[in-house]
């Protein structure tokens, strides 16, 4: 009895201190919470009189513009200074929209009333300073080295088991990890792994530091916004951070095919470790600034696609060597002459579809042996300017020596394409297309080629025959269209061609002919002897004009039906396309024509056929037809073949016996189902009752209250039977019983009651009824019951 006393009152002891715990609770959180916003600077009490300094905010929490100060004081390449630049880089340029944004935090985007481009500016300013002190790592963004046979593998990924605080346990095997800064793991950043520092200028490599930005790659993201504003406020600390933080790491910048507009920033100039930069396919304007001259590492730009204007500047200089190796400025709207002379590096330029008048050259950096400063330029496109102040073909002898690309179409220039190969030896592939240029092609043609493997002379005013000689059999690509040629293809040229299988030949929208003999040249404004007055028309289209001569009207003196088709080396396949060619009137449209085919080869295999070009009036439109709805219609006089696909004659209307028949037939439909409703079941209509029936079919069994008719069947003397022969009379009683369901199923009854031989089945309506008894007798009387169930005959009586 002491014992449980003694536990009862330490039980009481103990409810009584946790009585007390409970009830002191309250104020000892209090008490905490006041101690907490004390040693936090922010006491509860009235805050103290003015004489007494205020205490300083801590340093996570301060105001935007003091935060510009901060920022400032950061060095250039400050790990810090090159987060802010990223989230104020996100945050300008709608990062909430990029296609990919995969680990980029989430930032507040520019309220869209904020219209001025410095007021946008400085509310991004102000979102990345409020948090320039958050830790730099979120213990996920990792940099590993695994030990490999021949060589170390340095890595920066992420994974979501580290931790800052596990240096001790590794998540993964490895020689070493180490965290670091997170955004080295943001979609598009890619960070230094390794500490670089550069040896030789050349290399343009500059200082990395690990976890430090090397690349943004940002392309088809849907960056959207004014890319020139980055110039606005260069007042303001932050903003010379954007660029200048990434200075003196950052090698890759990669943000073609966005929605950038705007002007260029003149501030891409402090980012001189830059080598690679990709803007094509936005829609920047305005002028290139010179400052990008001074990107003296830079060796890959590419600005093409934009609307970009003015005068493009010098961007090499004689006084520094230049590292630029691929430049791409296609598709703006530069003009006047430009001028790359310094760039000995280059190897690639397009300047395509812009509106330059000129290429500067110099020829005072020749050598001995004459080779100029632009020994390294490979690729030179020039098409679609208008450089009728440039001509190639009087060049020294040493500039662009080396070439092996170049493209002059449509550049309204006037070159001797003869001199070019001399001059250009090491040429592979050429184009002069578009320049309305005149002439001949000299006997001598092929034999100048040089190196050169694909050629492109179409849309020129080039007449006589194609040469036949000295060709060459390395040809790949040779493309004569749109010109004036006449005459036969030779079939060395062709034989040559298909030994490359790869090759290409096109001669569509010429004057050519496999039968043509005398072609009727043009002499004071007419060709002599057509009598159709064609001829006049043609006399002034060769004369040097605006617009390109009707290559599908050849006129001959005449033409020999018999001659060859085609070359030896060609054939016509029985396969079929639309007839190709270029010409002012589209005479063979709707026309359908054989492929070319080697003469050798196997026809109806697709793989062979060639997809060459050639007008089918030079084989006499041999195999042509006209697609489905046309017809062919010879236009062709003494001096010219001529056919062109007509639409055919429209089918004839419909006669109006076939309305007779189709009336006739809708009748006799209307009476047959007429007939089906009017044949008669007892006396009403088959197709009545038929709904009828359906109806009575779906309702259910009377129930109490209802009307109804009740059947009660039995068998006579069935308990005598059952005696007498059991399996005999319990296969009679079987056949009973489905006689009668199916009766009762026919005759819309309800077994309300089954007691061995005996049913009690319900109707609706007494005509049902008695329907069921008669046609239940009926069926009884007809049923094959079992010989062994007859009663003994009666003497003298009936047999059963």
């Not at 920022?71 to 989230?87: F, N, P, S, V």
């Not at 001059?423 to 050169?452: H, R």
Request: proline share 7%; aromatic share 10%.
């Amino acid at each position: 009895q002491q014992q449980q006393q003694q536990q009862q009152r330490r039980h009481c002891h103990g409810c009584r201190l946790r009585r007390s715990l409970v009830l002191l609770s309250p104020l000892l959180v209090l008490v905490l919470f006041l101690l907490s916003t004390h040693a936090m600077g922010q006491p509860l009490a009235q805050p103290p009189a003015p004489s007494a300094p205020p205490p300083p905010p801590p340093e996570p929490l301060l105001p935007a513009r003091e935060g510009y100060d901060l920022l400032a004081g950061l060095r250039e390449c400050d790990t810090r200074a090159q987060r802010a630049a990223l989230e104020f880089f996100y945050i300008r340029f709608g990062g909430q929209f990029w296609v990919r944004r995969e680990r980029w935090p989430e930032l507040p985007m520019v309220p869209d009333n904020f219209s001025d481009e410095s007021a946008r500016n400085q509310f991004a300013e102000a979102q990345v300073m409020g948090r320039i002190m958050e830790p730099l790592s979120s213990g996920m963004c990792v940099r590993r080295m695994t030990a490999l046979e021949d060589r170390d593998e340095v890595v920066i990924e992420w994974n979501g088991n580290a931790s800052a605080t596990d240096a001790d346990a590794p998540p993964f095997s490895g020689s070493f990890w180490e965290v670091v800064p997170d955004y080295c793991c943001w979609f598009g950043i890619e960070c230094c792994a390794l500490n670089v520092t550069c040896s030789t200028p050349r290399t343009g490599c500059g200082t990395c530091i690990v976890g430090s930005i090397k690349a943004v790659t940002l392309p088809f993201n849907n960056v959207t916004g004014n890319f020139g504003s980055l110039d606005s406020g260069l007042d303001s600390p932050a903003q010379l951070s954007l660029f200048s933080a990434w200075a003196c790491t950052l090698s890759e910048l990669f943000l073609q095919s966005n929605k950038l507009y705007g002007t260029l920033p003149s501030s891409l100039a402090s980012m001189k470790s830059l080598q690679s930069m990709s803007l094509f396919s936005n829609s920047l304007t305005g002028v290139v600034p010179h400052q990008l001259s001074g990107l003296s590492r830079l060796q890959e730009l590419d600005i093409s696609k934009n609307w970009l204007s003015g005068n493009f500047p010098t961007i090499c200089h004689q006084e520094e060597p230049s590292t630029l190796e691929y430049l791409d400025v296609s598709s703006n709207r530069f003009e006047g002459e430009i001028n790359f002379v310094f760039c000995e590096n280059l190897g690639f330029v397009s300047l395509q579809g812009n509106r330059f008048t000129g290429i500067s050259h110099n020829t005072s950096f020749e050598d001995a042996n004459g080779y100029g400063g632009m020994r390294q330029l490979r690729t030179l496109n020039v098409a679609h300017n208008g450089l009728s102040n440039f001509k190639i073909d009087e060049l020294p002898q040493g500039s662009f020596r080396f070439l092996k690309a170049l493209d002059l179409g449509h550049t309204q220039i006037d070159a001797d394409f003869g001199r070019v190969f001399r001059t250009l030896s090491y040429l592979t592939k050429f184009s002069l297309q578009g320049n309305l240029l005149p002439g001949t092609l000299p006997s001598d043609f092929f034999a100048s080629f040089g190196q050169l493997r694909q050629l492109d002379l179409s849309g020129n005013l080039f007449q006589g025959p194609i040469p036949s000689t000295d060709i060459r059999t390395d040809l790949e690509y040779l493309d004569l269209s749109t010109n004036l040629l006449t005459g036969t293809i030779p079939d060395t040229l062709v034989s040559n061609l298909l030994s490359n299988s790869t090759s290409g030949l096109y001669l569509a929208s010429n004057l050519l002919s496999c039968c043509g003999r005398g072609y009727l040249t043009y002499v004071d404004g007419s060709f002599g002897t057509d009598t159709e007055g064609g001829a006049s028309d043609y006399g002034a289209l060769v004369q040097p004009a605006q617009a390109h001569p009707r290559g599908n009207k050849a006129l001959y003196e005449a033409f020999d039906w018999s001659a060859p088709r085609l070359p030896p080396s060609l054939k016509l396949s029985s396969q079929f396309r639309y007839a190709v060619t270029i010409t002012t009137e589209d005479t063979e449209a709707h026309m359908m024509c054989p492929y070319l085919l080697p003469a050798k080869a196997v026809d109806n295999v697709e793989g062979l056929l060639l997809d060459w070009t050639l007008d089918p009036s030079y084989y006499l439109y041999d195999k042509c037809e006209c697609q489905s709805g046309y017809r062919m219609k010879n236009l062709s006089t003494a001096q010219r073949v001529l056919f062109e696909c007509e639409p055919a004659p429209a089918s004839p209307e419909p006669d109006d016996w076939k309305w007779v028949v189709t009336a006739l037939a809708c009748l006799v439909a209307v009476m047959l189902l007429v007939g089906v409703l009017l044949v008669r079941h007892g006396w009403r209509p088959a197709g009545v009752q038929y709904l009828i029936n359906r109806r009575k079919r779906r309702r259910k069994a009377p129930g109490p209250g209802d009307a109804a008719a009740i059947v009660v069947t039995d068998i006579e003397g069935f308990s005598d039977l059952m005696k007498a022969d059991p399996d005999t009379t319990t296969k009679a009683l079987l056949l009973h019983n489905d006689i009668l369901l199916q009766a009762k199923h026919d005759c819309f009854g309800y077994v309300i009651e089954q007691e061995g031989d005996s049913f009690s089945i319900m109707f609706h309506e007494p005509e049902d009824s008695v329907r069921f008894t008669l046609l239940a007798q009926e069926r009884l009387a007809s049923a094959p019951w079992p010989k062994a169930l007859a009663p003994p005959p009666t003497p003298g009586g009936p047999l059963p």
